[in-house]
């Protein structure tokens, strides 16, 4: 877990490094994967020129979840073309029982349905020169329905392209 956080966080750093130029978040939309301990499809859609909405489809536990989060962005004015957010939002789906059950199911677990809230809050950055967007975000949840409880380890890094 360690390791994958460790990897996101030089590859953002090498990513910023590389790029000497960059551009604040102008874009619209930007649809793209993200890579973490849970991992999927993701689009991000500005409705104001500091909000945005994002959809996650994504896998864990070998299950699928839906998640819906409002993010507030802002700037970093020493770094052109970074930014920071955070946000909320809500996700809902099911785990599927067998092979890989979740850490805190028992050997009888049939697999659930649930639905739970999330936070986030990470750096955003885009490059001037390709239509590319990258995010390092920490996306905790809590399950409120059917087990889980909290999730504190869902740290990620989205790579999108920008439209």
């Known amino acids: 877990m360690m390791k994958k956080v460790m990897f996101a966080a030089m590859a953002m750093i090498l990513i910023i490094s590389i790029s000497n130029e960059s551009k604040a978040q102008d874009y619209n939309t930007a649809v793209g994967l993200r890579l973490g301990s849970s991992s999927g499809l993701s689009v991000r859609h500005f409705i104001k020129e500091d909000v945005a909405l994002e959809g996650i489809v994504h896998t864990r536990w070998r299950g699928l979840l839906i998640t819906g989060l409002y993010e507030i962005h802002r700037d970093i004015e020493d ?27 028992n050997n009888d677990y049939k697999g659930s349905t649930v639905i739970g809230i999330d936070g986030i809050i990470g750096l955003d950055y885009v490059l001037e020169d390709l239509p590319i967007n990258f995010s390092l975000d920490f996306k905790p949840a809590i399950n409120l329905i059917n087990g889980g409880g909290f999730w504190g380890d869902d740290f990620a890094l989205s790579v999108r392209y920008i439209f």
């Open 79 to 105: 770094v052109s073309g970074l930014g920071w957010f955070y946000g909320g939002g809500a996700h809902i789906g099911s785990f599927n029982s067998g092979l890989g059950n979740p850490y805190w199911a």
